[in-house]
DNA sequence: ATTACTAACATACGAGTAA
DNA sequence: TTTACTCGTATGTTAGTAA
């Protein structure tokens, strides 16, 4: 059971394309790719044998071309590279961490809210808020196609509190945590709130100026 | 001098994401991976010494993040991944032979156009065209861009023989050939002819049915 | 010039085990 | 539980050649 040699394989993809036949010889494939003429031999009938190459070797040289079992193992590994570094464009969001002025604390641990938390997003929050600087244009693309969470606002004898939207997220790659929109802020569009189930920045060991990552979850 | 392995690189960057550390140990790679305990060690401060990762190995288990330059190798590979599959795209044409009326075969052989062949493709062309259906969708994309060569017209005393444009291909990879479009055509859209220096039917051994494929030259 | 066999050699792997 | 060492063994590589 040979184990054949993707590095290879993309080699001579590159060179003859992955459709038509290249000519060369195992000299030649040794010269460029590094190896021996011998583990050239070798690996490309190891390749042939996994159905990944045709192979047509003679005394004056041989004829490889990329077989359809070769593109596809190609073309899977290149659908997994294009997911990861989508990812890491599209779902995730840095920010730095600045001192907000209190009032996360304060709405956050209202009763109707707090009930509302642990039953929409699965988890009691800290009493405060993590304030983030973000850059608006990555927010945007962050929060698309992310599913909202409503948090129903409510009213006490001395004022009013809005709907609040939540987003849950991942922070520093393990942390859950939730974005959360007030109706009615008073921060710029470019600070956003984070609440979770612990005080973030003695937890992540966070200070102002800190960075930090979001990501989906 | 260690060869690292690529494929552990791109295991754990699908585990990990690009960004966030992986908390994790060397008995749990082995186990989705492949290979042994040891032979996960190993390779972890293989990839470690090639600044492609950075490892946090502890007895309580080990942290391991992509680094910018392991980020950077399975970029490149992305983007050679995606050149590789778009020149596939764009370049070129499939086709299957089908027999023509023999139109083809008079026409080519007009003299006025034979030489004009000869001047501007490079090559007196065989007396007969092969026929290709084609997708018609991909064969505008194939052209695009290509340059193509204006055969100009001619009269005789019976009739009159209009513009032929006509592009420089190649076909299977390896035959010079010449995609040709008479002025005024009876072929259906998603039909095309090709001329070439050979019997094309015989020297690349081609039957109806026979599946084809032109690229630029 | 080729490909590819054989055999000597180099490297990689993993069981056992220490820390 | 870990990581990672040693070391016998399996695997991969290449020089020398045959065809």
């Given at each position: 059971l040979p184990k054949y040699d993707e590095e290879l394989l993309f080699f001579l993809a590159s060179q003859a394309g992955l459709q038509s036949g290249l000519k060369t010889s195992t000299a030649k494939i040794s010269a460029s790719f590094g190896g021996s003429q011998q583990t050239a031999s070798r690996k490309l009938r190891e390749l042939s044998q996994a159905d990944l190459v045709e192979l047509n070797a003679t005394p004056t040289g041989c004829i490889v071309r990329i077989k359809k079992k070769g593109a596809d193992l190609l073309h899977q590994r290149l659908v997994s590279l294009q997911r990861l570094f989508n990812e890491k464009k599209k779902a995730q969001l840095q920010g730095i961490v600045k001192s907000g002025l209190g009032e996360g604390r304060y709405y956050v641990s209202r009763q109707p809210y707090l009930q509302q938390f642990k039953k929409l997003l699965g988890f009691k929050p800290f009493f405060g808020t993590l304030n983030l600087v973000v850059d608006q244009n990555q927010l945007q693309g962050f929060l698309f196609g992310l599913q909202s969470i409503q948090v129903k606002g409510f009213e006490t004898d001395e004022r009013s509190f809005g709907t609040i939207t939540a987003f849950k997220v991942v922070l520093q790659g393990k942390q859950e945590a939730a974005m959360v929109f007030p109706e009615?802020?008073?921060?710029?569009?470019?600070e956003i709130e984070l609440i979770s189930p612990s005080n973030l920045r003695k937890k992540l060991k966070l200070k102002d100026g800190s960075k930090v990552f979001v990501k989906h979850i």
């Open positions: 009615r802020t008073t921060h710029p569009k470019n």
